[in-house]
């Protein structure tokens, strides 16, 4: 090996010598969690695995860049997403940056911490380190229509909140000790991943509020305005190279797509399609929580 080496070096070999940093560029975008349906399935740490890992053995690697295009979801997935990251970061001693898009806010945000730097557009949505549960109950409608709900439990606390029974204090007092808890996860992650940039006080930070990225920066959520290629020339020089990862699509998807539900084949199922209907309707909402 030693001799080829020397003798490609002899040769002047273009790029042998000095051969172009590279940064791999993995594309976070979407409702984190798994999705409604098989055809719309959302960012979780087990599709998210495998190009996380490609990512930090890419080949001269220089550092890993994030580009983060997330409302948010399910805050168990952000957190084992943020870890998996940041343990291949530790071990292979490879910086990371995050570049927030149109949003990196709530969960993807806390994908965004995941990074030692993270940049965003003067006009990104960041922030909305808080939590929240949402829902339906329909106890009135089902008396207006002469109905009678049955539901019978083993534990007292099975039927906890169930939208076609009334809702009741206690069961909504559980419900907010379990979102007091992940709200203290997710202010430990930012707490420690921010440690020394916040310039806040924490009742303006971890009050659920967002803001633009202009403002995030004065907050210290984030360290610096700029997009993800110049950011990495600016850091790596005019030569660096990106290579692109992401998550592998079934055949099934590829061929079917995960458009809006009644096109292709998809649409010949009616439970497919009611379950892309429930997903479409249910990351419209979180979108739309920020203006998009």
Known sequence: MAMIRRFLEAL????????????AVLRLTGVIGQGASPLRSGMTVAALNQPIEAAFATKRLKAVALAINSPGGAPAQSSLILKRIRALADENDIPVFAFAEDVAASGGYMLACAADEIFADETSVIGSIGVVSAGFGFPGLLRRLGIERRLHTAGTRKGILDPFSPERPEEVELLKSLQRDVHDSFKDIVRDRRAGKLKADEDTLFNGEFWTGRRALELGLIDGIGE????????????????????RQSWIKRKLGTAWPGSGAASSHAGAIAGDLLAVIEERALWSRFGL
């Open 12 to 23: 002047r070999v273009p790029g042998f010598r000095n051969p172009k940093p590279v940064v």
């Open 228 to 247: 993800l290629t110049a950011v990495m020339k600016e850091r790596f020089g005019d030569k660096v190279r990106f290579r692109p990862v992401g998550p």
